[in-house]
């Protein structure tokens, strides 16, 4: 317990310290996160506060680590913390294509899974499935991976909503080593948890700073890594029913990674991209009804909460059982939010060039674009 302390005051202390001068360093270099038609922010704001976030959470983790409870592979973890790292700080400063952020992250996963023994082998009876063949085991995973890293980046689209979410599900699984005396991984959790709630001082909003792709796609992995060793692991756990573990963790991720594979699906049945912008997620869902950003990320944790919640006390039911009963919550959810759809107003808007009609749900796209060029300009003349 004490290394957990050392590590949180660490971790938070350094990202707490971090983050001012983050915030001056991109503001003197005008390395900013720009407002654009999908963006819902109306300002240049800093997006490197991944830096800060993944600063004190290594530092914190490195000096609590008591060297004889550090995991063998502890190694490849770090290596794999590195290159997405690297990875986002290049897409927040220079951009970089959907495509090579993929090939990134597939080597994370293929490091993770040969090098850090992260592996997805047995599925507790989830559609009668228990052991799974290795081939399978490793595309299971890498998908997993994936998907998860790219949930927590995409589901930060407003003030505060990503690290919220991260720090519930990482507090979740912190909780659960902890009490399995799984000091190791309760530390990685409980570290980068003081880092998410140093930095959401600066996040929430209004938003002095923004996580960017760098700390958003740490958050992800390290979800990925820690509901993976959560499944292996709970079958030597009383503290729930072993058998359902999928769903406990299917269930603790379930609002970014529902929301991930549903607009995944959505860009992927029109024709475009999986990794291609829009404005289908739920948080625009919410922003186009009017609802605030702070109303957005509190009403949103507060149903992970729920979610989380109703699965631990669903656990006996079984693990098929769990997620179809998860998977039909949410999407009735959804389905409740486009049949109460307010109907379109016509609304005008007014820019440099000329005045035009629009409808509501395109309104915040168009004063996007009128003060981003307000803005533009203002950087230009300055």
């Given at each position: 317990m004490e290394s957990i302390i050392i590590g949180i005051i660490?971790?938070?202390?350094?990202?707490?310290?971090?983050?001012?001068?983050?915030?001056?360093?991109?503001?003197?270099?005008?390395?900013?996160?720009?407002?654009?038609?999908?963006?819902?922010?109306?300002?240049?704001?800093?997006?490197?506060?991944?830096?800060?976030?993944?600063?004190?959470?290594?530092?914190?983790?490195?000096?609590?680590?008591?060297?004889?409870?550090?995991?063998?592979?502890?190694?490849?973890?770090?290596?794999?913390?590195?290159?997405?790292?690297?990875?986002?700080?290049?897409?927040?400063?220079?951009?970089?294509?959907?495509?090579?952020?993929?090939?990134?992250?597939?080597?994370?996963?293929?490091?993770?899974?040969?090098?850090?023994?992260?592996?997805?082998?047995?599925?507790?009876?989830?559609?009668?499935?228990?052991?799974?063949?290795?081939?399978?085991?490793?595309?299971?995973?890498?998908?997993?991976?994936?998907?998860?890293?790219?949930?927590?980046?995409?589901?930060?689209?407003?003030?505060?909503?990503?690290?919220?979410?991260?720090?519930i599900s990482l507090s979740v699984f912190g909780v659960f080593f902890y009490l399995n005396h799984d000091i190791f991984y309760a530390l990685l959790a409980f570290c980068f948890v003081a880092s998410l709630l140093a930095f959401l001082i600066y996040n929430f909003h209004p938003a002095k700073i923004f996580m960017g792709d760098t700390g958003s796609t740490l958050s992800g992995l390290l979800n990925a890594i820690l509901v993976i060793h959560f499944i292996n692991t709970a079958e030597n756990s009383t503290l729930l029913p072993h058998l359902s573990s999928p769903a406990m963790g299917f269930g603790i991720l379930l609002i970014p990674m529902l929301d991930t594979l549903r607009v995944f699906g959505i860009r992927i049945l029109h024709g475009r991209s999986p990794f291609s912008p829009d404005r289908n997620h739920l948080h625009h869902i919410l922003l186009d009804r009017g609802l605030s950003h702070k109303t957005i990320t509190l009403s949103l944790s507060s149903f992970a909460l729920l979610f989380i919640l109703l699965s631990y006390f669903a656990l006996p039911l079984g693990t098929t059982k769990v997620i179809l009963i998860q998977i039909v919550l949410f999407f009735t959810g959804i389905f409740v939010l486009h049949i109460t759809k307010p109907k379109s107003m016509q609304l005008y808007v007014v820019n440099d060039d000329e005045i035009e009609t629009t409808t509501q749900t395109s309104f915040l796209s168009n004063i996007n674009k009128a003060l981003f060029n307000k803005t533009e300009q203002q950087i230009k003349n300055n």
């Open positions: 660490l971790s938070f202390i350094l990202t707490f310290y971090s983050i001012p001068a983050i915030i001056s360093i991109a503001s003197m270099k005008k390395l900013y996160d720009y407002p654009d038609e999908r963006k819902v922010h109306v300002s240049p704001i800093p997006s490197l506060g991944g830096v800060g976030i993944f600063g004190g959470f290594l530092l914190g983790l490195l000096i609590a680590a008591d060297i004889s409870s550090v995991i063998q592979h502890f190694q490849f973890l770090i290596a794999a913390f590195i290159i997405v790292f690297f990875l986002g700080v290049k897409d927040d400063i220079l951009i970089i294509t959907p495509l090579k952020k993929f090939i990134g992250q597939v080597v994370v996963g293929l490091l993770l899974m040969f090098k850090a023994g992260v592996l997805i082998q047995n599925m507790y009876g989830f559609l009668s499935i228990t052991t799974i063949e290795p081939t399978l085991s490793f595309f299971l995973t890498l998908f997993t991976i994936i998907v998860i890293t790219n949930a927590f980046n995409l589901i930060d689209g407003i003030d505060g909503l990503a690290a919220m979410l991260s720090i």
